[in-house]
């Protein structure tokens, strides 16, 4: 118990010391691997895919993100463009992202399709430097059009504050 005690008041500790990381005026990049077998999606069985964002705090703990991916599934590969933002939380390395998504998907067959979506999540930012954080998050991204391409997966980044 004394351990975990410790372990707890260590990490708020860190946590209060990254806060200068978030602020206006900071370049955020993030590449993340997605999916990676956990993703649940009902036209997919098997996936692998490589996201990046990259963007500036706005304002303190507001910054907005430009993103790119790439999804390499079965029986589709999609390949996605989006704009959005990231809210963190009391500055402790907390957030919540929301974004418009423009997702390009190459079937198998050879067919093609381009899908428009919102794509949400949540993560932490826990700092292993002083620039460089580590992001696990859960995402959805929500088709418009095609309720059935709706993914809900967990993904692992990577920040770099400059």
């Known amino acids: 118990m ?3 005690m410790f372990l707890s008041v260590c990490l708020f500790l860190f946590s209060l010391s990254a806060h200068a990381q978030f602020e206006k005026g900071t370049w955020i990049i993030n590449p993340s691997i997605t999916g990676v077998g956990f993703s649940v999606s009902k036209a997919e069985k098997a ?3 490589l996201g990046v964002k990259a963007g500036n705090f706005l304002a303190d703990g507001i910054a907005l993100m ?8 079965k029986p589709r590969s999609v390949y ?3 704009v959005g933002g990231r809210y963190y939380f009391n500055k402790t390395g907390v957030y919540l992202g929301a974004g418009l998504r ?5 079937y198998k067959g050879g067919d093609h399709h381009t899908e428009f979506g919102l794509g949400i999540d949540a993560g932490y930012a826990f700092f292993i430097s002083k620039t460089v954080t580590l ?10 059009n095609q309720g059935d391409m709706s993914k809900f997966g967990i993904k692992l980044g990577f920040g770099i504050y400059l």
Do not use: H, I, M, T
Request: overall charge neutral; glycine content about 12%; hydrophobic content about 40%.
């Open 2 to 4: 004394k351990k975990l």
């Open 47 to 49: 996936q692998f895919g």
């Open 66 to 73: 430009l993103e790119g991916g790439a999804d390499w599934s």
């Open 80 to 82: 996605a463009l989006g």
């Open 102 to 106: 423009l997702d390009r998907a190459r």
């Open 135 to 144: 992001e696990p998050a859960v995402y959805y991204n929500w088709c418009f």
